[in-house]
């Protein structure tokens, strides 16, 4: 790649949250975003604040799940932006429940948005990668892959994610493409307010009990995600791969 060369991203689950986070962040560190999500008009603010800041981004509408819409998006990317070298898999979905609660369609939703998602889209970006002898895979694992009460189906993607970003980190290295995963703790957005309101808690609340329990006594921010997903997406991040990195406030077992 030349030094004029802008790397293009793509982060997936972008309209809010720690997607849009990240999208902003990867753009402020000069990459040009495909900021994807299911809806596309969703997108709108996520590249609004990019563009403001003088950034290029893109608003791509997806399914991760279908392989058909990944295959479309991927290719808009790489034709209005470029060939996309950066992938970060964030897209993801809550149906929480206890396992005797918990349907045959609450799974298949949680598994094919996290894992499908995630290998449709690594598998479509990776060979822009490869061409490009450079790439850099992040996946959103969580803290829940060490398991959570209500959470069989979220507990059990999240999980698999660490594998499966291991396994890339494994088959990809000696094209120059690494893998890794960054795990959240308790960090304030969307998802975990409706967790909040799952369980019969006010957001508020809910955030002063889990910062309790967090040894920086605080819950964390989305930009304390993209600061992490920033670091693995670097240039310079190039001998890190396979990798699980806990963004948790502490210590995890």
Same mark, same amino acid.
């Given at each position: 790649?030349?030094?004029?060369? !802008?790397?293009? +991203?793509?982060?997936?689950?972008?309209?809010?949250?720690?997607?849009?986070?990240?999208?902003?962040?990867?753009?402020?560190?000069?990459?040009?975003?495909?900021?994807?999500? %299911?809806?596309?008009?969703?997108?709108?603010?996520?590249?609004?604040?990019?563009?403001?800041?003088?950034?290029?981004? #893109?608003?791509?509408?997806?399914?991760? +799940?279908?392989?058909?819409?990944?295959?479309?998006?991927?290719?808009?990317?790489?034709?209005? %932006?470029?060939?996309?070298?950066? %992938?970060?898999?964030?897209?993801?979905?809550?149906?929480?429940?206890?396992?005797?609660?918990?349907?045959?369609?609450?799974?298949?939703?949680?598994?094919?948005?996290?894992?499908?998602?995630?290998?449709?889209?690594?598998?479509?970006? !990776?060979?822009?990668?490869?061409?490009?002898?450079?790439?850099?895979?992040?996946? %959103?694992?969580?803290?829940?892959? #060490?398991?959570?009460?209500?959470?069989?189906?979220?507990?059990? +993607?999240?999980?698999? #994610?660490?594998?499966?970003?291991?396994?890339?980190?494994?088959? #990809? =290295?000696?094209?120059?493409?690494?893998?890794?995963?960054?795990?959240? /703790?308790?960090?304030?957005?969307?998802?975990?307010?409706?967790?909040?309101?799952?369980?019969?808690? /006010?957001?508020?609340?809910?955030?002063?009990?889990?910062?309790?329990?967090?040894?920086?006594?605080?819950?964390?921010?989305?930009?304390?995600?993209?600061?992490?997903?920033?670091?693995?997406? =670097?240039?310079?991040?190039?001998?890190?791969?396979? !990798?699980?990195?806990?963004? +948790?406030?502490?210590?995890?077992?």
């Amino acid at each position: 790649m030349s030094s004029t060369e !802008q790397r293009v +991203a793509i982060v997936t689950g972008a309209a809010r949250g720690i997607g849009a986070a990240t999208a902003v962040r990867l753009a402020a560190e000069g990459r040009a975003v495909a900021v994807l999500d %299911l809806d596309e008009t969703a997108c709108k603010d996520t590249v609004e604040a990019i563009t403001a800041a003088g950034g290029r981004a #893109l608003a791509v509408g997806a399914d991760v +799940a279908d392989e058909a819409q990944v295959q479309a998006a991927v290719e808009r990317v790489a034709a209005e %932006l470029g060939a996309p070298t950066v %992938l970060v898999n964030n897209a993801g979905v809550l149906r929480d429940n206890l396992l005797f609660k918990m349907s045959t369609a609450d799974w298949d939703t949680v598994l094919g948005v996290h894992l499908r998602g995630a290998f449709l889209m690594s598998r479509t970006v !990776q060979k822009h990668m490869v061409d490009a002898a450079f790439g850099r895979i992040v996946n %959103l694992s969580s803290s829940s892959a #060490l398991g959570n009460r209500g959470q069989a189906n979220y507990s059990a +993607a999240k999980a698999g #994610l660490q594998g499966f970003t291991k396994t890339l980190a494994i088959e #990809l =290295g000696k094209f120059g493409v690494t893998a890794n995963a960054v795990a959240p /703790g308790f960090i304030a957005t969307d998802m975990t307010a409706a967790t909040a309101a799952r369980v019969g808690m /006010g957001f508020e609340d809910f955030q002063a009990a889990a910062a309790s329990q967090i040894p920086v006594q605080r819950v964390g921010r989305p930009d304390d995600v993209a600061n992490a997903i920033a670091f693995f997406t =670097g240039d310079d991040a190039g001998f890190v791969s396979g !990798q699980v990195l806990y963004v +948790a406030g502490g210590p995890l077992d």
